[in-house]
C-alpha cells in the first residue's frame, strides 16, 4: 500500500486530474487508522472489567488500580476512535458521492442500528470513566457492561455493511438500476456477514489483547515484575490466548465461504491464473505481467487441499481467466491480495504458536512461561497482531476489486469528481500521522505519570505547575 | 412515512445543534478565556462542564448523517458533492477538537495543555462556522440535486452561507454561556456564574444582532427560505424571538433552570424554524423529502431503529445528564478537598489524575 499511496503522490501531483486512486488512498488510510482503534474499543473495556471484577470480588487494590488507570487511557483512545470513525461518516460521501447516493438506502440500514450501539457505548463510556469516585463499587462495574456490549454488536453493525458490499442482497432494483424496494433483514443478514463479523469481533479481542499485554511484556522485561504489572500482562494476553484459536477455525471457514460464493477473489487469494485441479499453495511469489506466477514456493496441491478437504487434491480452484478482466482485480492488485493474505496467515500462525507456548505453560507448569523469549515475543505481539488484521482487511477489500458493491458497481463509477482530493489526501495524511504520534505520547506520559506518581501536578490545571516532592505519593509499579 | 423520517432527521439536527451546539460553544469561551493565569478559572469550569458529555453528544452528529444518507440517499450525496471544501474542513477540525480536548486532559505540562487547548479552542469554532455555512448552502438553494456539482466556493462563500456560519458561531457560544452559568453555579464558583452570565448576554445580544443583520441577507440572497420564514415559519421565528428575551429575562432574574431552557427553547425553534421554512424541500427547489425519499422497507428499518433508540437511548442519556448534573461524575483531575495522598493509596477508588 505505501508504494502505490507513494505512487499516487508522484502521479497526483504533477497531473490532479483523475479522484479515483485519490479517493481510493484517503479512504484506504483513514480506514487503516481506523481499525487500529477498533481492537481497543472492542476489547479493552472487557479487560478492564475483568481487573475492576477482581479488584471488587477478591478486594485487590492492585486489580482496581490496573481498571482505572485503564479506563483512563480507554478515554483517550475512545475519543481518538470517535473522531477517526466520524471522519468516515463525512468521507462515504465526500469520496464516493455515486456510490452512497445509489446504495445509501441499503448500505446505510446497518449503520442505522450501529447508531444506537454507538450512544449506548459513548454515554455509558462517559459514566464509567468519570464515576470511579461516587458510584458504589458494583453499581460502578455494572455501568462498564453495556460498553462492552455495545462494541460487539457496534462492530457487527458496520461489518454488516461492509459484508453487503461483498454479497449485496435485500435490494431489488429497475431497469435503470435505481434502488426502488430494499429488504432490511436481507441486506443485515446479507450471505457474507455471519462469518464476517465473526472474524472482525474475534480479531478484536486477539489484537486488543496482543496491544496491551505487549506494552506490559516491555515493562516485565524492563523489571517490572511486581503484581500489578503480571496481572496486567495476564489479562490482557489470556484474552489475545482464547481468541486467537477461536480465530483460526473462523478464519478457515471464513476461506472457505470465500471458495464458493467470491471465486474471483479466492483466485486471487491463492494467486490461480487458470482453472485446475491440484493447485499448488505458493507461499509469497509474484503474477508477472502475463499473468504467470513466478516465484515463491509452491506447495503441491494444497490450495486444493485447504479448498476442500473432502476432495483432496482433486478438488478444482477457479482461475483468476474464467473472470473478465475488466471485471477481476488487475494483476498487481492480486499481488497486493496474495501477499497480504500470506502475511496475515503467516503472522496468525505465528500468534497461534506462541499462545499454544502460553497454554502449555499453564497446563504443565500451572505459571506462565518464565522463559525472557516469550515476554520478547510477547513484547512484539501487539504490533504483529495489528500487521495480522491490516493485511486481512487488505485481502477483504483489494480483493474484491473493481467492485465496490460486488457486480454491481465498479469503483471508479463511485467516486466523487471532485479534483481536489489529492490535496485533502495529503492534509489527511499529515493531520493523521500527527494524531497517531501524539496519541503515543500523550499515553506514554500518562503511564510515566502513573509510575512516577506525579499526579498531584494535574491538580493545577492550567496554571504553572507546582514542584512535587519525590516520593510523596507510593503507587505500586 | 417520508415525512415522519424527515421529521426524526430534523429532530437530529435540534439535539445535536442544542448538546454538540453547547460543546462547541464551549470551545469559544476557552478561546476567549484570555492567558493560562486569567482564564484557569474559566476552563476549569468548561472542562467539568463537557468533559463526561461531548463524546455522547457528538453521537448526534453521526446519527444525522446516517440518517440523512440511509433515508434521504440522494440528498447526502448532492451535499457532499457540492460542499466538498467547509466539510472537509469539519472533519479535519472535529478530529482536532475531539483529540485535543481529551490530549488536554490527559497531559500535565502547562506548555502541552495549552497547545492541545489552543487546537481544541480553535477547532471548536471552525466547526460550527462550517455546519452554519453548510446550512446556509442548503437553504439558499446552491446545492442541487441529480448528481451535478454546485459551484465548489461559491456554495458556501456567499452572504447566506456567511450568516449561516457567523449566526451558529453565535448560537453555540450563546447557548453554551447558559449551560456554563449552570454548571458554574453547580461548582459553587459565584465569581464565574457572573462571569458567564456577562457572556450569555453579551452573546445573546450578538446572536439577536446577527439575526436581524439576517433578515437583509435571506430578503436579497435566499428567497424561497425569506418567504418561508415570513410566512409559515413566522410563528417559530417568533417563539425564538420570544424565548430569547425570555432566557434574558430569566438570566438576570437568576432563577435555577428557567433562563437555560428558554435558551435551548429560542435555538430549536430557530431550527425548527428553518426546517419548516424549506419545507417540504431537503434541497430548496430542486429535491423535496418524497423524490429524495428511499424505499419504504428501509425507511420501516430505519424508524424501528429509531423507536429502538428511543427506548435504549434516551434512559441512558438521562441517567449520564443526572449523574452529571449531580455531580456524580466529579472530574478526576480537579482540586477535590480532603484528599492527602496516603488515602489514596489506601482507597484506591479515590485515585486522582487519571
Known sequence: MAIDVLANVVTGVALSVDPVPWARSQMAFTLAFHIILVPLGVSWSVMTLIANYRGIKHQDADAMLLAQRWSKYMAVTFAVGAVTGTVLSFEFGL????????????????????????????????????????????AHFWTGVPIAVAGIFGSISVVAANAWMNSPQGV????????????????????????????????????????????????????????????????????????????????????????????????????????????????????????????????????????????GTSTVV???DETPAADRPTNHEVNVTHLAWDVMVGVGTLLFLLTLWWWAAWIFRRSMPGSKWFLRAAAASGVLGVVAMEAGWTVSEVGRQPWIVYEKM????????????????????????????????????????????????????????????AGDEKVPL | MDTTAALVLFAAITTYAIFGGADFGAGFWDLVAGGTKRGGRARNVIDHAIAPVWEANHVWLIFVW?????????????????????????ALGIVLRGASFAFRKAVFRTRDRRNFGAAFAISSVLVPYCFGAVIGAIASGRV????????????????TSVLGGVLAVCVAAYLAAF??????????????????????????????????????????????????????????????????????????????????????????????????????????ESLTVSAAAAPTGTMTAVLVATGLAAVLIVPAFVLLYVLDQKTLLPEESMPEPAHSPLEQVSHVTDEPAG
Open chain 1, 172 to 311: 431489488t432494483l429497475d431497469k435503470s438500476g435505481k434502488v426502488i424496494d430494499v429488504d432490511p433483514m436481507g441486506v443485515i443478514f446479507n450471505d457474507a456477514m455471519p462469518l464476517m463479523a465473526a472474524h472482525m469481533v474475534v480479531a478484536a479481542y486477539l489484537v486488543g489483547g496482543f496491544m496491551v499485554a505487549s506494552v506490559y511484556a516491555v515493562g516485565m522485561l524492563k523489571g517490572r515484575t511486581d503484581h500489578y504489572h503480571r496481572m496486567g500482562f495476564i489479562i490482557a494476553f489470556t484474552v489475545a490466548a482464547i481468541a486467537t484459536p477461536v480465530q483460526m477455525a473462523v478464519g478457515d471457514t471464513l476461506a472457505r465461504w470465500v471458495y464458493d460464493n467470491q471465486p474471483t477473489k479466492f483466485a486471487a487469494i491463492e494467486m490461480v491464473p487458470k482453472t485446475s485441479d491440484d493447485v499448488p499453495e505458493v507461499l509469497l511469489g509474484h503474477l508477472n505481467s502475463e499473468g504467470e506466477v513466478t516465484g515463491g514456493i509452491p506447495i503441491p496441491g494444497l490450495a486444493s487441499i485447504l479448498s476442500d478437504p473432502s476432495d
Open chain 1, 95 to 138: 469520496l464516493w458521492p455515486k456510490f452512497m447516493g445509489q446504495w445509501g438506502a441499503a448500505f446505510g440500514v446497518p449503520f442505522a442500528f450501529e447508531g444506537i450501539f454507538f450512544f449506548t457505548e459513548a454515554v455509558f463510556i462517559s459514566i464509567y470513566i468519570f464515576g470511579w469516585r461516587r458510584l458504589k463499587p458494583w
Open chain 2, 179 to 284: 449551560f456554563l452559568v449552570s454548571d458554574a453555579r453547580r461548582l459553587s464558583d459565584e465569581t464565574m456564574v457572573a462571569y458567564f452570565r456577562r457572556r450569555a448576554i453579551g452573546a445573546a445580544a450578538a446572536a439577536g444582532l446577527v439575526a436581524l443583520v439576517g433578515i437583509f441577507v435571506l430578503a436579497n440572497d435566499a428567497k424561497y427560505l425569506f418567504d418561508g420564514l415570513t410566512s409559515r415559519a413566522l410563528p417559530l421565528v417568533i417563539l425564538s424571538a420570544v424565548c430569547g428575551l425570555a432566557a434574558l429575562g430569566l438570566l438576570t432574574r437568576r432563577t435555577r433552570h428557567g433562563a437555560r431552557l428558554a435558551a435551548v427553547g429560542a435555538v430549536a425553534s430557530l431550527v425548527a424554524a428553518w426546517g419548516v421554512a424549506q419545507w417540504d424541500y431537503l434541497l430548496p
Open chain 2, 66 to 90: 446516517v440518517l440523512l444518507w440511509t433515508c434521504f440517499p440522494e440528498a447526502y450525496a448532492s451535499i457532499t458533492l457540492t460542499l466538498f471544501v467547509p466539510l472537509t474542513l469539519a
Open chain 1, 410 to 469: 465498479k469503483v471508479e463509477d463511485a467516486a466523487t469528481a471532485n479534483t481536489g482530493i489529492w490535496i485533502t489526501f495529503i492534509g489527511v495524511v499529515i493531520l493523521y500521522l500527527g494524531l497517531g504520534v501524539t496519541t503515543i505520547l500523550v499515553m506514554r506520559q500518562m503511564s510515566r505519570r502513573f509510575r512516577g506518581g506525579q499526579s498531584g501536578e494535574v491538580d493545577v490545571p492550567y496554571g504553572p505547575s507546582e514542584p512535587i516532592e
Open chain 2, 144 to 159: 442541487p440535486a441529480g448528481g451535478k456539482a454546485g459551484a465548489p466556493w461559491g456554495s458556501w462563500v456567499n452572504p
Open chain 1, 318 to 320: 477457479q482461475g483468476l
